[in-house]
């Protein structure tokens, strides 16, 4: 079994600044891919930012250029950087890890909550 533990949302103005974090523990091979999605009330849930290998990132194009995943593969850690925030990012954030343990699997946080409201 793989644990991941989110922190870093909460309430921030139109134009803040917020940093995720999400923490994975437990026993695989090796870790795939670590990723953010969110979900806002009445839609679907979008990814929001990923990244590969420790090195390749993918964004949706809303957030190109306000937003930045990093990884430190030592902690399994996973951390979005998100400027210049905007209202329409108003949305639960979850953390998703794709590991090998030998097959590929997905995991999921339980969500931390991001309102960008003045």
């Known amino acids: 079994q793989v644990k991941l533990v989110e922190s870093g949302g909460g309430l921030v103005q139109p134009g803040g600044s917020l940093r995720l974090s999400c923490a994975a523990s437990?026993?695989?091979?090796?870790?795939?891919?670590m990723g953010w999605y969110r979900q806002a009330p009445g839609k679907q849930r979008e990814l929001v930012a990923t990244?590969?290998?420790?090195?390749?990132?993918n964004y949706e194009d809303s957030v190109k250029g306000r937003f930045t995943i990093s990884i430190d593969n030592a902690k399994n850690t996973v951390y979005l950087q998100m400027s210049s925030l905007k209202p329409e990012d108003t949305a639960v954030y979850y953390c998703?890890?794709?590991?090998?343990?030998?097959?590929?699997?997905?995991?999921w946080g339980q969500g931390t909550q991001v309102t960008v409201s003045s």
């Open positions: 437990g026993r695989f091979v090796s870790m795939v891919r």
């Open positions: 990244i590969t290998s420790g090195v390749t990132t």
């Open positions: 998703n890890a794709r590991v090998i343990r030998p097959t590929v699997i997905d995991y």
